[in-house]
């Protein structure tokens, strides 16, 4: 048997191209964890201070990195949070993240949220996800 993700925007609500209503998978499949991801660089240090495009085009390579370790890329997304530092523009985020995501087909499912402060004072987003890979 061969794991199935369903991407369901169904009737009676609205539908986005940049993400999905809610997303069904069945079947034999691999899911991934990846914990919030802020824009650090390898050895530790911020990337793009100020800069909530920088940060979050930062956030999303460091997603990818940790997708590809456990056998998924960006395409086996189905659920994405990210927290936003209050005051924040949300839609220069959205911006990067539309830039990275690009027209890839069944976005996923995503929740927005505004918070007071992130673990580090510089950190302006953080994103988390939940991928799944179907078995073949």
Request: hydrophobic residues 45%; proline residues 5%; charged residues 10%.
């Amino acid at each position: 048997m061969y794991g199935n993700v369903q991407h369901l925007n169904p009737a009676g609500l609205h539908k986005n191209p940049a993400y999905t209503q809610a997303v069904v998978v069945s079947g034999n499949a691999t899911t991934i964890y990846v914990g919030g991801q802020n824009a650090v660089d390898a050895s530790g240090n911020i990337v793009g201070k100020g800069d909530i495009r920088a940060q979050t085009e930062k956030a999303l390579k460091n997603l990818e990195t940790a997708l590809a370790a456990g056998g998924a890329g960006l395409q086996h997304v189905v659920k994405w949070n990210v927290y936003i530092l209050h005051g924040q523009s949300a839609q220069a985020g959205f911006e990067a993240f539309q830039k990275v995501w690009g027209q890839r087909a069944n976005p996923p499912v995503i929740s927005s949220i505004f918070v007071p402060a992130l673990a580090h004072p510089d950190f302006l987003v953080e994103i988390d996800a939940v991928a799944v890979v179907p078995q073949k």
